[in-house]
């Protein structure tokens, strides 16, 4: 129930802009004087606008708005956070409450703290949506990946990073509350901070707030595990600190009394990193070594290696854990002297020694932490170490030591210009190009779903489907229960794909329509052919084999686009003529053109009118060198002069022996002889269709086929129609080029 006093005072920020510029009203300040006005004003007069808005009010965790609001405020201030980020944390939670948010933000406080309060709150509230669909992802794959693309979205959101800022010191501090109050904290919120907040503080630079998170995460997820190691520290953190710095206190007064500048920082580990140690390497707790460490920075190199001799004069050292990256550099360039001593209780302290400029290039070089020990040589997903997310991170520095607001700084403040963060309508994140539209987002999804893609909702606002995508938006897809793409979204000048992983599936959808259509004309030939031969009880998978296709889809394919010849079908599918005796001859196919006086174009010397028969045996064809053999009562058999049947039957029956010549209107006609050729080679996968498509090329018509392999060998026989013996052999050397082919002969 909100009470009068707010509601009057919500009655007044909510009213209409002309009301504001009419009313003057107490807290109306021009943008102009806003920008001039000196970081604690601002950040009061913020404090003093949300007060009456959010006092009273609790978040979901059930902190106080106002309480959380000037913690996080705090801790922007302890890190060098300006006024303006500080006065942000206070008017994100206000901004809830206004109708209209920006104007009214802007006309109290500026543009440009406007614009920052309104991309904070829309984050807070993308962000609490995306936690509950990363508590749905299915299995690991895509939980990692759902978190991967929350933490790039923290990064891609805004236009500056101190929305960033804002949300780490707003996550610190909803860990801490929940710490000091022990009021029981989601275990997905302390997931997100262990997995995506604390690696992005630590990615920034932002130690404290790194070490701080993982702790207080750790702590509620592992409870048990956590009181194991507190219990196996057997010292608070603050005892660790007092050791370490008077640890730091005596071999920094040790560098003094020998001339050696230097200074000393302890680095305490904490418990997260010390579990994260023994798990990575599989080491027992006393196998830690860098529970307590020291750092040592000195100005020269030569200083770094006095420093080192002076700590192992005064402590033991461990040999085995020296390591020398100032004479051997890691591979990304870092440098510093490692080594672990034993102080005089005999505990391991591990001692980092490096120069000054070492110690910036490994805070913020290309061996920054993250670079090296997270992300491995590759780089953070997929970023080289040495790209310009470096420049990109010096930026957010230089963001916190400058004491003034960035916002008009150029756009290139941002991370992640090319990529966008969008939301499913179950609020999974989504990664896309810069420019997206809604089918790009659709096949982002499915392909399917781009496919049958037909209007897209932004916000629950219908809008079309060309329209750019923005980081933040929820998606929501209409589609048809059939159907595909359309032709126009291939049209780069109508805007509806930016991804090229888009685009080419919808070209993949249309292929397959076209290979679709051919692959049915295809079956239509062959199933017409099937029925002319009257055979259409062959299974075509088996024809499709036979012929040496993969499936008969294959054979359809190349049939459809008149690559293959339905002769070359037909010569599988008529069975051969069965064998027969040398004397039993077949009369010759008519000629097309005859010559009066003669049989078949075949002149016998010396006789008319007499019937004359082509050897089967042999098939001549003109202009084969024939000879004529008289058989009983059924004329002269006609056979090639180097056929062996004929020497044999010459040899017994020499008086049945009779000149016989092919006449000129025999060669010249386009009659047609069947001759007989054999094939041989290595078997293997379409071979025969090859064969078969070298005399479909060359117009020769195969009338007969008989195959079979053995042992990886393959042995074939054709029937083929000639009008030309001289043509067979030219054609026979095309056969002996297919690759398998060793011989190619006629029979």
């Not at 805004?158 to 501090?173: E, Y």
């Not at 005999?346 to 090296?372: C, K, L």
């Not at 990886?712 to 129609?721: D, H, N, R, Y």
Request: charged share 25%; aromatic share 6%.
């Amino acid at each position: 129930m909100v009470s009068r006093q707010k509601q009057q005072i919500l009655d007044v920020v909510n009213a209409p802009a002309s009301d504001l510029d009419q009313a003057g009203g107490e807290g109306a300040v021009p943008a102009a004087e806003s920008d001039d006005m000196a970081a604690d004003e601002i950040l009061q007069k913020a404090r003093a606008f949300a007060s009456p808005l959010i006092d009273g009010e609790t978040l979901h965790s059930g902190e106080s708005k106002m309480a959380h609001a000037e913690a996080a405020a705090a801790i922007l201030g302890d890190i060098g956070g300006s006024g303006v980020m500080q006065a942000a944390c206070f008017l994100i939670y206000a901004s809830e409450y206004l109708n209209h948010p920006h104007e009214v933000i802007a006309k109290s406080f500026g543009e440009g703290l406007a614009s920052l309060t309104v991309e904070t709150a829309k984050l807070v509230k993308v962000q609490r949506l995306s936690r509950a669909a990363q508590a749905d992802a299915e299995g690991i794959e895509a939980s990692r990946q759902q978190t991967e693309n929350v933490r790039k979205m923290l990064l891609a959101f805004s236009k500056d990073l101190r929305v960033v800022m804002l949300r780490l010191a707003s996550r610190l501090q909803t860990l801490r509350f929940h710490a000091s109050s022990q009021v029981v904290i989601s275990p997905k919120v302390a997931r997100e901070s262990l997995q995506v907040f604390a690696p992005l503080a630590n990615r920034l630079g932002i130690w404290q707030f790194k070490w701080e998170m993982e702790d207080l995460a750790f702590r509620f997820l592992e409870p048990d595990t956590y009181r194991e190691v507190a219990r196996m520290l057997d010292e608070k953190r603050e005892k660790r600190e007092v050791d370490v710095a008077r640890l730091r206190d005596s071999v920094a007064a040790s560098l003094a009394s020998q001339g050696i500048p230097a200074q000393v920082q302890g680095r305490p580990k904490h418990i997260y990193s010390i579990v994260r140690k023994m798990r990575g390497k599989n080491l027992a707790f006393g196998q830690v070594f860098d529970i307590r460490a020291l750092r040592v920075v000195v100005p020269e190199v030569a200083q770094c290696y006095a420093a080192l001799a002076l700590i192992h004069s005064l402590h033991s050292p461990i040999a085995e854990e020296f390591d020398d990256y100032i004479a051997r550099p890691k591979a990304n360039g870092y440098q510093s002297l490692h080594t672990v001593v034993r102080d005089a209780q005999g505990q391991p302290v591990e001692i980092q020694i490096r120069t000054q400029a070492m110690h910036d290039f490994a805070e913020s070089g290309t061996a920054a932490h993250w670079a090296y020990k997270e992300a491995g040589t590759k780089g953070y997903a997929g970023v080289s170490a040495t790209s310009a997310y470096d420049s990109k991170i010096a930026v957010l520095r230089q963001l916190l030591a400058w004491e003034r607001d960035l916002s008009g700084a150029p756009q290139n403040s941002g991370l992640f210009e090319d990529r966008i963060y969008v939301l499913t309508p179950d609020a999974a994140v989504v990664e896309l190009t810069q420019g997206a539209t809604p089918v790009d987002f659709a096949y982002s999804i499915h392909t399917n779903l781009g496919h049958r893609c037909r209007g897209a909702k932004i916000n629950g606002v219908m809008v079309p489907l060309n329209t750019a995508l923005q980081n933040g938006q929820t998606v929501e897809i209409t589609v048809a229960k059939e159907g595909g793409p359309s032709r126009d979204w291939l049209n780069p000048g109508l805007g509806y794909l930016a991804s090229p992983r888009a685009r080419s599936k919808v070209r993949a959808w249309f292929n397959a329509q076209i290979a679709h259509e051919t692959i049915t004309r295809g079956r239509e030939a062959v199933e017409k052919l099937l029925q002319r031969e009257g055979r259409t009880a062959v299974k075509l998978e088996e024809l499709a084999s036979q012929l040496g296709f993969k499936s008969a889809d294959a054979l359809f394919e190349v049939v459809g686009k008149d690559e293959y010849s339905l002769h070359s079908i037909e010569a599988v599918l008529r069975p051969p003529a069965p064998a027969v005796e040398p004397d039993e001859q077949a009369l010759i196919r008519k000629p097309r053109s005859s010559e009066a006086g003669n049989q078949g174009g075949i002149l016998v010397v010396g006789l008319d009118s007499l019937l004359t028969q082509l050897a089967r045996c042999c098939k001549p064809a003109p202009p084969d060198q024939i000879g004529g053999f008289v058989t009983r009562g059924k004329g002269v058999s006609v056979h090639r002069t180097d056929c062996s049947n004929f020497r044999e039957m010459a040899v017994r029956n020499a008086e049945r022996v009779i000149p016989v010549t092919w006449s000129s209107a025999a060669q010249a006609s386009e009659s047609v002889y069947p001759v007989d050729v054999t094939i041989g080679g290595t078997d293997r996968q379409g071979l025969l269709r090859d064969v078969l498509e070298v005399f479909a090329k060359e117009k020769l018509n195969v009338t007969g086929v008989q195959t079979q392999s053995v042992k990886g060998a393959a042995l074939m026989s054709f029937t083929v129609e000639i009008n030309d013996s001289g043509k067979l052999s030219r054609v026979l050397d095309l056969v002996k080029a297919v690759e398998g082919v060793r011989t190619a002969k006629r029979r």
